[in-house]
C-alpha cells in the first residue's frame, strides 16, 4: 500500500517540457487564468517592469532575463510549465510549449512590488497578473492558486 502511495506520489501535473526546450525559474503557485472567469485588472497601485527578453543557453538556472531600458538585467520567475528553447535566439515557452515571446521583443509586467532590490536572481519579479508580450502584442493573465 505504502508502494503504491509512494508512486502515485511521484507522478505530477507538471507536463514534460516541450521537444528542445529547457527549464526556466517559475513559481509553481502561479497559473493561467484561462477558465477560471477571473478578470484580470492593473490597479492605479501597479507599476508596469518593461524590458525586451535576452537570454543565453550556457545562463545556468536563469537562461532568460529582461533587459531594462538602463542595460540592466532584470531576472523572473515564469509561470508554471514556462520553459525556453534557443534556435539560436531565445524563445520563450507557454505552459502549453506554445511561443510566448522571442528574443528582443517587449514584455512587460504588472508589479505591485515597488522596492529596487527586486529583480536580482535572489528577488526576481514574479510574472503574475497581466503580462504583455512583443508577439502579437498580446496580454495574458497569470494569477496565484494556492
Known amino acids: 500500500m505504502v508502494i503504491a502511495f509512494v508512486a502515485l506520489a511521484g507522478c505530477s501535473s507538471v507536463a514534460p517540457l516541450p ?16 477558465g477560471t472567469n477571473i478578470l484580470c485588472t492593473a490597479s492605479a497601485a501597479i507599476r508596469s517592469v518593461d524590458g525586451v527578453l535576452e537570454g543565453e543557453a550556457s545562463g545556468g538556472a536563469w537562461p532568460v532575463w529582461l533587459r531594462a531600458e538602463d542595460g540592466r538585467r532584470m531576472y523572473v520567475e515564469w509561470p508554471r510549465g514556462f520553459s525556453v528553447r534557443f534556435d539560436p535566439s531565445p ?39 497581466v503580462i504583455e508580450t512583443g508577439v502579437g502584442h498580446e496580454a495574458h493573465c497569470y494569477i496565484e492558486k494556492e
Open 91 to 129: 524563445t520563450l515557452l507557454d505552459e502549453t510549449g506554445a511561443v510566448f515571446v522571442y528574443a528582443g521583443s517587449p514584455v512587460i509586467l504588472a508589479q505591485v512590488v515597488m522596492d529596487p532590490s527586486i529583480g536580482t536572481t535572489d528577488r526576481p519579479y514574479v510574472g503574475r497578473g
Open 19 to 34: 521537444s528542445g526546450a529547457i527549464a526556466v525559474p517559475t513559481d509553481d503557485k502561479v497559473v493561467s487564468s484561462v
